[in-house]
């Protein structure tokens, strides 16, 4: 693996190796002291040209976690503002000595080209382009699901017969593109559920089954996971956008309210990526449930990204070695 930049491109046996390095990351992370040497003299540049908080610090924490050098990059107060192409920005990043360049980028697409084009002779990791692919958060959600599925410290499975369901703003979702995909390599059932308005076009083909009324999901799934989207009004034209009626009516017809977390199966457990639009898609009762497994899946991810980062820059060397 040179790259990490679709969901789609990763093997079953890929995915398993990320899931059981961070498994083995994990597990160091319990410690009093935390960091590990294999990123020693290492620089991993943080090329972020849209906002976030939980994947740029993740990828932050994840690096330093591993003794890596870190360049944190935001295209705002930089010369991006003043017309700089993302060609001369990677050169200059590349320039400095950068090793590994993790890049978040409003266009679709924009990884594969930084990875693709010559620019850089360096690994490249998609942290979100535009609504195309997001594939270390669907990492940390597939570690997740196996962590509460099979516990923890548990290495060489996969999600076989697991029940998913993914609720909401699919048609702006690089979360739900990369979860449908990583899901279907490690043998996952996921049924997407959403207003007709919030499924994109071609999703028929995609590897799941598709719902437009939750209440019967739930009856009919059984879900061992549900995870709920954030409606991304930002990406719509305006409040609401013509997307759904009315906030009321979304959360009437997708929240995850009450009544529905009673109707999930015991051990079901609620999942979100955030940043969350409570009463919206999730009620502040579903949130903040015994069964929300929102902050897990925050702390996973850094165990995740420590996963990605060694094998794409350690060169293979023995992660057990490493990590004593």
Same mark, same amino acid.
């Given at each position: 693996?040179?790259?990490?930049?679709?969901?789609?491109?990763? =093997?079953?046996?890929?995915?398993?190796?990320?899931?059981?390095?961070?498994?083995?990351?994990?597990?160091?992370? @319990?410690?009093?002291?935390?960091?590990?040497?294999?990123?020693?003299?290492?620089?991993?540049?943080?090329?972020? /040209?849209?906002?976030?908080?939980?994947?740029?610090?993740?990828?932050?924490?994840?690096?330093?976690?591993?003794?890596?050098?870190?360049?944190? /990059?935001?295209?705002?107060?930089? @010369?991006?503002?003043?017309?700089?192409?993302?060609?001369?920005? $990677?050169? =200059?990043?590349?320039?400095?000595?950068?090793?590994?360049?993790?890049?978040?980028?409003?266009?679709?697409?924009?990884?594969?080209?930084?990875?693709?084009?010559?620019?850089?002779?360096? %690994?490249?990791?998609?942290?979100?382009?535009?609504?195309?692919?997001? %594939?270390? *958060?669907?990492?940390?959600?597939?570690?997740?699901?196996?962590?509460?599925?099979?516990? $923890?410290?548990?290495?060489?499975?996969?999600?076989?017969?697991?029940?998913?369901?993914?609720?909401?703003?699919?048609?702006?979702?690089?979360? $739900?593109?990369?979860?449908?995909?990583?899901?279907?390599?490690?043998?996952?059932?996921?049924?997407?559920?959403?207003?007709?308005?919030?499924?994109?076009?071609?999703?028929?083909?995609?590897?799941?089954?598709?719902?437009?009324?939750?209440?019967?999901?739930?009856?009919?799934?059984?879900?061992?996971?549900? &995870?709920?989207?954030?409606? *991304?009004?930002?990406?719509?034209?305006?409040?609401?956008?013509?997307?759904? %009626?009315?906030?009321?009516?979304?959360?009437?017809?997708?929240?995850?309210?009450?009544?529905?977390?009673?109707?999930?199966?015991?051990?079901?457990?609620? &999942?979100?990526?955030?940043?969350?639009?409570?009463?919206?898609?999730?009620?502040?009762?579903?949130?903040?449930? $015994?069964?929300?497994?929102?902050?897990? *899946?925050?702390?996973?991810?850094?165990?995740?990204? &420590?996963?990605?980062?060694?094998?794409?820059?350690?060169?293979?060397?023995?992660?057990?070695?490493?990590? *004593?």
């Amino acid at each position: 693996m040179r790259h990490l930049l679709s969901a789609a491109d990763l =093997t079953r046996a890929e995915a398993i190796e990320i899931l059981d390095t961070a498994e083995t990351m994990a597990q160091t992370q @319990s410690r009093e002291i935390k960091k590990l040497p294999p990123l020693r003299g290492m620089t991993v540049v943080n090329l972020f /040209f849209e906002d976030s908080t939980r994947t740029r610090i993740s990828f932050e924490a994840a690096a330093k976690r591993l003794s890596a050098d870190v360049i944190n /990059f935001s295209a705002k107060g930089s @010369s991006v503002s003043k017309g700089e192409s993302l060609k001369d920005t $990677a050169q =200059t990043l590349a320039a400095m000595g950068a090793d590994a360049v993790v890049i978040r980028h409003p266009a679709s697409g924009a990884p594969h080209r930084l990875a693709t084009a010559g620019w850089i002779d360096t %690994p490249v990791i998609n942290a979100g382009d535009g609504m195309h692919q997001h %594939p270390t *958060q669907a990492l940390l959600d597939a570690f997740t699901m196996r962590r509460r599925r099979h516990g $923890a410290a548990t290495t060489g499975t996969d999600l076989a017969g697991a029940r998913v369901v993914i609720v909401g703003d699919v048609l702006h979702s690089r979360v $739900a593109r990369s979860n449908v995909d990583l899901l279907a390599t490690l043998g996952a059932d996921v049924v997407l559920v959403a207003p007709p308005t919030l499924l994109p076009v071609g999703a028929e083909v995609w590897p799941c089954a598709l719902s437009y009324d939750l209440d019967a999901t739930i009856a009919e799934h059984t879900p061992d996971a549900i &995870m709920m989207l954030r409606v *991304q009004r930002e990406r719509m034209s305006s409040a609401g956008g013509g997307f759904f %009626p009315s906030p009321m009516e979304y959360s009437r017809r997708y929240g995850l309210d009450g009544a529905r977390l009673r109707a999930l199966p015991d051990h079901a457990i609620v &999942m979100h990526p955030g940043p969350m639009n409570r009463g919206l898609e999730i009620s502040a009762q579903a949130a903040d449930s $015994a069964r929300s497994t929102v902050v897990e *899946q925050v702390s996973n991810g850094v165990a995740v990204r &420590m996963a990605v980062l060694y094998l794409l820059l350690a060169g293979g060397r023995s992660s057990e070695r490493n990590a *004593q």
